[in-house]
């Protein structure tokens, strides 16, 4: 579920695609959200900051950053690793919650190297939060990639951060995890081996496809070319509408895909069930403190005959804040409802 791929030398510009594969409609909405707004980590808000940097961010049920950029050219995408293990709480550790993870690092970072150097210094733990829509507890892996055309594969594995830090590192999709895949990759023709390509939507033939297409694209001459080459290698790797195989009911999709220019800062969106291409140009956003959060309502606008389509930047509009998901707001949909006190006798009835 899910493929990213980096192209760092794209003539000067660094381009990152992904695809956004699930087995049902994430509610995937864009927000721009500015500088100054203080954050805590959803877990017991011990760890708390101020955003430094603004952020343009696809949320899923606008409670969880999946992807984004912020304004320094750092960006981030969140993709599904079932091998991810965050070991119980360790109240000697900072955390995060799953869905602030990839926030914190858009807020307080402007390259890979920072955001790197930070989960080292500090050994932070990722929280699991249980989806309150679907009781799905999601496992995720995180990669990270900046204007510099570094990159980064974080994955959580015995509750330690494992991390793939390199300008190398251009694709990540999901299981097995990335050390196994790197070296699954070399059996394939133009990789290193000499088995024809592979074509499934298995995880392991989308990395290599990935990879191949990618170091085979041809310098472009303008930005669209660029994001144009960017789409075709992750339409590639995309995954088509199907009855799901046999023991394998929640088999994926692809919903949405992104292409971002982190060199000029560009953000382009489609989804593959109202597909219309839009994109925003962060310089045409205002991210300066006390500025407000705003969203461009992907659901409603896109779902309208004709949606709307191209540059969307002066389209966002007020709709209160960004609430993330946190611990205690899962753990008190677990518990449900609290009993309300019994109700008396009526009149005139027996006590």
């Given at each position: ?280 140009d962060l310089g045409d956003l205002d991210f300066s403190e006390g500025s407000p959060s705003l969203k461009l309502d992907l659901l409603s606008k896109l779902a309208l005959e004709g949606g709307v389509a191209g540059n969307v930047s002066d389209k966002f509009e ?34």
């Open positions: 579920m899910c493929t990213r791929v980096m192209w760092p030398d794209a003539d000067g510009s660094v381009i990152v695609g992904r695809n956004m594969d699930y087995h049902r409609d994430l509610g995937t909405n864009l927000w721009k959200l500015p500088r100054g707004i203080s954050r805590d980590d959803g877990v017991k808000g011990e760890l708390t900051w101020t955003a430094k940097y603004g952020s343009l961010v696809a949320t899923a049920f606008d409670m969880i950053s999946v992807d984004g950029i912020n304004e320094a050219g750092l960006s981030g995408h969140i993709l599904w690793l079932a091998e991810s293990t965050y070991e119980p709480r360790d109240e000697s550790r900072p955390a995060l919650s799953q869905a602030v993870w990839l926030q914190y690092f858009l807020d307080n970072h402007a390259t890979v190297a920072e955001a790197v150097a930070w989960i080292e210094d500090n050994d932070a733990q990722v929280v699991q939060l249980t989806d309150p829509s679907s009781g799905e507890v999601p496992a995720i892996h995180l990669a990270l990639d900046d204007a510099t055309g570094d990159s980064a594969i974080i994955e959580y594995l015995d509750g330690k951060a494992q991390i793939h830090h390199g300008r190398g590192y251009q694709v990540m999709t999901n299981s097995p995890t990335f050390d196994k895949q790197l070296e699954l990759v070399e059996q394939w023709q133009g990789l290193g081996g000499d088995k024809p390509l592979p074509g499934s939507t298995l995880a392991t033939d989308r990395f290599a496809r990935a990879l191949y297409y990618v170091g085979r694209l041809t310098q472009p001459k303008t930005q669209v070319d660029a994001i144009a080459a960017m789409f075709s290698v992750i339409r590639n790797t995309a995954q088509p509408f199907r009855e799901p195989d046999p023991g394998k009911p929640d088999a994926s999709q692809t919903i949405w895909q992104v292409v971002a220019d982190l060199t000029s800062k560009r953000y382009v969106f489609e989804s593959t069930t109202r597909p219309n291409i839009v994109w925003v007020a709709d209160g804040d960004l609430n993330f998901l946190t611990l205690s707001l899962v753990n008190a949909l677990k518990a449900g409802p609290k009993p309300g006190p019994k109700p008396g006798p009526k009149a005139g009835a027996e006590a």
